[in-house]
């Protein structure tokens, strides 16, 4: 926990909802609020990758990669499943 940068973590999650207000607010203004059921969720979604793709850019080292992680033998899990 004591390399994670909090600071730029809350930075994004700000922009983000920022984004999603300037997005849907005044579409919701200009359309009606029953916009809001199908703006929403997707810029939600949007802003939240975006902002979170970013974030993650400014880190150091590389993230988790998934064919570094260790996959079941053959015959292990069938054994494991006599018990």
Known sequence: MKGIRWGWILLGGFLAELAIFVIVIPLSLL???Q???YSAPPASFTATFVFGV???GKTPQPGVIPSKLPLPRPGHLEDHHRL
Do not use: C, D, R
Request: charged share 0%.
């Open 31 to 33: 359309v009606g609020q």
């Open 54 to 56: 970013w974030i993650a």
């Open 35 to 37: 916009s809001l059921l």
